[in-house]
Each structure stands twice: as structure tokens, then as C-alpha cells.
């Protein structure tokens, strides 16, 4: 068996672990915007920022359908999650609960994602997309609950056009997808309810 | 005939971590984090047995156990009071399951889980209010089917709650409802605040604290994030009020407190003090002298304590 097809360790102490995690997560859905960290040190599989695998080993499970880019679902990403957490991967964006999306990748389209229904807002997709940084691009101001004011964030590597599909995404509400930004260990949140105010 | 056999001395019985499994804390969070989304909107989960029956908020429970980890320090208040029962109990029930740090001062608190009321002392950015709640729905006294309230918010048909309101002005003058006064959030659902005095309604706008509201018998997790516009329904010509006493805390004498009405005799004689138990003390800790504040050193009831 070679080293590629071993499927590497999750949480060493699952327990502390994806508490502190989703404490990560819920302020960074709390406060959209600001720039959170997770501590725990895992090697992520490839293709999976470290913060998105803690995300899903903090939130997937046999409930939650998970949609990766083909490539990460027939590699080491696949069978990692398959492994840790026995989500099912789904073929259909939307049929997911959670998914993965390359920042610069031109596909799928956040409309491609389960909105949720008029009835159940809370069924919709929590979209993680992995991007280059989340700190130093063009600035957008983001205004909406959790943020006193505005505040501005600067994540680079999205694809053109991103803040456009965010501010369709936002027309919604109270349906819509929620995204997560990961880049390394860090996580910026913009949930439904974010609205941008400004992108340049 | 069935023989029990009693447990070998060594076996003790053993929770997990803050008692709840792994896998409903996780489906708790993720309950938790759409609700965070969807600020006022009641999120569905699958709310467990816990070790006290349903009512003495076992959904605070759920979610506190869900959110809490050895950074924290927890305090529990229970109409305000730190020392009533089921604050103690629930109190106990995190330092023996997850081996809470716990306080009675709101201010380093961490989690704060509450019944009934909002800390006097103002909210900080980075605390979280877990609020027990019995009656999650605000349209369930106006329309009993679930399936109905549903559509209700779903299209934001509020109509019968501005008619409920407007009842009340029509027969009594004023809007009688006096707790879990019904909120605005996000101009979009309107949501019950549990049933806090309508004095602490305006604490909840723009609080810098995150909100999360647990009703385990209803099964319903709802949330409101920092700096989320929170309206009291009201009309124009009939605007939100809260409530006033004509006398401040006897013990504290503070006047701008809420205050609980307290019968000492049986000929009519009362008082009137603050709910908040911690507010209350350390206004008098600070040299706050109510009128009724009988000073037990003086009489030589207890000992006095040196400072």
C-alpha cells in the first residue's frame, strides 16, 4: 500500500477538538467578516484547506450529504471524509448540505447550491470556498447583522464575478446559501444575511 | 424472577464530555450555526432526554452543553437570581459534566444561561446569552397547526399578531402583554424573546453579545447574532413602552433596574427589589444603601467583616 493511499488521521481529541472548531464557526457566522482562526493542528487531506477539514470533521456525519469537486471526490479528500466523518458525497449540488468549491473555479454557480424552501430557510447549503488568502485583494464592505457598521474584508483568488453571485445569493433572504471562506487555517464567514456594499 | 446484580465497586457510571454524545452536539451546531444565519427563524433539531424533565430548560441545556469547552466560565441565572433552583442545579449539572468554570459575576462570564431575564450589567462583544424558552412560537396562542404558523413566517404574514396588539389597545387602552413581548428581527421574522420582562427587550437590540435560544420540549433552536436590529411590535400612535416602579430597590436603592414586588406582611406592607441578584450586591458592595436595607452588622445579628 503506498503512501498516497493511506488515508491520513482526523482529531486526536475529537471531543476538544471540534468544540473549540465550532466556536471558530460560530463566530465567524456571527460576525461575518471577521477573519477566525482554528487551532487544531490536523493534516488535512490534499486538496482540503486545514480550516475546511476541521470544518467538516466539526459538522459533517451520516446526516449530511457533502458535495466535493470531482477531483477531490475520487482522491484522498473523498475517502478521508468517506473515512472520518461517513458522510455521503453527492453527484448533485443540490443535494448537498455541505460543500467544497474552488474560489477561482468557474463552476458551480452559488445558485447551483440548495437555497432551502420558504418553510425550512434552515435546509439550504453552508458552502466552504477554499481561496488563495483571505487577506490582502481589493476590499469589499460589508454591512447586515453581526457587524457593527460596516467592516471590510479582502480575501484574493475568487473568481470574477463572485460578490455579484454573493449579492444574488443575499436577494434571497431569508433563503440562500451560507459560505464559509478557507485559506489555511483561517475562516471568514458571510452568511444569507451579509450584505455587500461595496466591491471593487 | 429477574436477580439483579449490583455494579462492581469500580464501575462508575461515565459521560461524555458536557453529557451530551458527539453526534447530537453536532447536529446542535449545525442547528446552531443556520439559526445564526437565519436570525429570529426557529430551526428544527432533535432535542434528547436530559436528566430533568422538559420545562426546566433542558433546551438551554442542549445548547449550552453543545457550545461550552474548558476556556469557558459559565454563569446561570434563573429570573435573575444566581441562587434559585434550577440556576444552582443546572449550575452543577456543567461542573460535574464538563467541569465548568463558574461565576456569578456577569462580567466574566463567557456563557451566560438565563431564564427570564438580561444581566442589568451591560452585554460585551465575545459573551453568549443561552436563553431557556418554553413557548419558542410567538403565533401558537393565535394559531394552534404547526403546518399553519409555518406558512405564516414563511411569507411573513404577521397581520394577526398587529391584530392581537391592536385588541388589547381597543379593550384595555394599552398592549397588555407584560413579557415575551414579541420582537421584530431583521425586519423579517418576528420572533418570541422567552419570557423576559418587556423591560429587557430593548437590551437585545444591537447587543453586542451573541443570543441563542434553546426550547427543548418545542424543539426549537433560534438565534440572534451581535448588532441585529431587534424591534418591539408596536404602533405609531401606540409605542413600545417598558415598564417603570414609582420606588427604587430597597436594598440598593438602584432606579433603574427591574424590580420584583416582594408582600412582607399580611397588611399590605411590600417592597420592592432588584431581580437581578448579582446587580443588587455588588451596588451595595459599592456603598448603595436602599431604605429597607436592614443592616444586620448593627442590630449584631452576624459579625461584622472586615474589608
Not at chain 2, 469500580?10 to 442547528?31: F, G, H, S, V, W
Not at chain 2, 436528566?51 to 433542558?58: K, Q
Not at chain 2, 410567538?138 to 414563511?154: F, G, N, Q, V
Not at chain 2, 412582607?264 to 450586591?281: A, N
Request: glycine share 8%.
Amino acid at each position: 500500500m503506498s503512501v498516497q493511499d493511506m488515508i491520513a488521521p482526523g482529531f486526536s481529541d475529537p471531543v476538544f477538538q471540534s468544540q473549540a472548531a465550532f466556536r471558530a464557526l460560530l463566530a465567524a457566522l456571527s460576525e461575518p467578516g471577521t477573519l477566525q482562526r482554528v487551532t487544531v493542528a490536523i493534516a488535512p487531506p490534499e486538496g482540503l484547506a486545514t480550516a475546511t477539514a476541521t470544518a467538516l470533521l466539526t459538522l459533517a456525519d451520516y446526516e449530511t450529504p457533502v458535495w466535493l469537486p470531482e477531483a477531490l471526490r475520487n482522491g484522498p479528500a473523498g475517502a478521508w471524509l468517506r473515512f472520518h466523518c461517513g458522510a455521503a458525497l453527492v453527484d448533485e449540488p443540490a443535494s448537498a448540505a455541505f460543500a467544497v468549491i474552488d474560489g477561482a473555479a468557474g463552476t458551480p454557480a452559488l445558485s447551483a447550491f440548495n437555497p432551502g424552501n420558504d418553510q425550512f430557510p434552515d435546509r439550504s447549503t453552508t458552502v466552504f470556498v477554499q481561496c488563495a488568502a483571505l487577506e490582502g485583494g481589493a476590499e469589499t464592505t460589508l454591512s447586515g447583522p453581526g457587524i457593527p457598521g460596516t467592516r471590510k474584508v479582502a480575501p484574493q483568488g475568487l473568481r470574477a464575478g463572485f460578490w455579484a453571485e454573493v449579492r444574488e445569493n443575499g436577494a434571497l433572504y431569508p433563503l440562500g446559501v451560507d459560505l464559509v471562506l478557507c485559506h489555511g487555517d483561517g475562516m471568514l464567514g458571510l452568511p444569507r444575511t451579509t450584505r455587500i456594499e461595496e466591491a471593487r | 424472577m429477574t436477580i439483579h446484580k449490583a455494579p462492581a465497586e469500580d464501575t462508575k457510571p461515565a459521560y461524555n464530555y458536557a453529557y451530551l454524545d458527539e453526534q447530537t452536539k453536532r447536529m446542535i451546531r449545525r442547528a446552531l450555526l443556520k439559526a445564526v444565519a437565519v436570525p429570529g427563524y426557529q430551526v428544527p433539531f432533535g432535542s434528547r432526554e436530559m436528566p430533568l424533565a422538559r420545562g426546566w430548560g433542558t433546551g438551554g441545556i442542549q445548547v449550552t452543553a453543545a457550545i461550552i469547552g474548558p476556556a469557558d466560565t459559565l454563569k446561570v441565572i434563573d429570573q435573575g437570581a444566581d441562587d434559585t433552583t434550577n440556576a444552582v442545579s443546572i449550575r452543577k449539572f456543567f461542573e460535574r459534566t464538563a467541569d465548568a468554570r463558574t461565576s456569578e459575576v456577569t462580567d466574566e462570564a463567557t456563557i451566560i444561561q438565563t431564564r427570564h431575564r438580561i444581566p442589568e450589567a451591560p452585554l460585551k462583544s465575545g459573551q453568549i446569552m443561552v436563553y431557556q424558552v418554553p413557548t419558542p412560537e410567538p403565533l401558537r396562542r393565535l394559531e394552534p397547526r404547526e403546518a399553519e404558523t409555518r406558512k405564516m413566517h414563511a411569507w411573513a404574514e404577521y397581520g394577526l399578531m398587529q391584530v392581537k396588539l391592536y385588541e388589547d389597545i381597543a379593550r384595555y387602552g394599552e398592549i397588555t402583554k407584560t413579557y415575551d413581548y414579541p420582537v421584530m428581527v431583521n425586519g423579517r421574522y418576528v420572533m418570541a424573546p422567552s419570557p423576559i420582562p418587556k423591560f429587557d427587550n430593548p437590551k437585545m437590540h444591537m447587543s453586542p453579545a451573541l443570543q441563542l435560544f434553546g426550547a427543548g420540549r418545542e424543539k426549537r433552536i433560534y438565534a440572534l447574532p451581535p448588532y441585529t436590529s431587534v424591534r418591539s411590535l408596536d404602533f405609531e400612535d401606540h409605542p413600545f413602552r417598558i415598564q417603570s416602579w414609582t420606588e427604587p430597590c430597597g436594598l440598593c436603592g438602584a432606579a433603574d433596574s427591574y424590580l420584583d414586588e416582594v408582600v412582607i406582611d399580611d397588611r399590605g406592607g411590600r417592597m420592592f427589589v432588584c431581580s437581578d441578584s448579582h446587580y443588587c450586591e455588588t451596588r451595595r458592595a459599592e456603598g448603595h444603601r436602599g431604605t429597607m436595607l436592614g443592616d444586620a452588622a448593627l442590630s449584631g445579628l452576624v459579625e461584622e467583616t472586615t474589608p
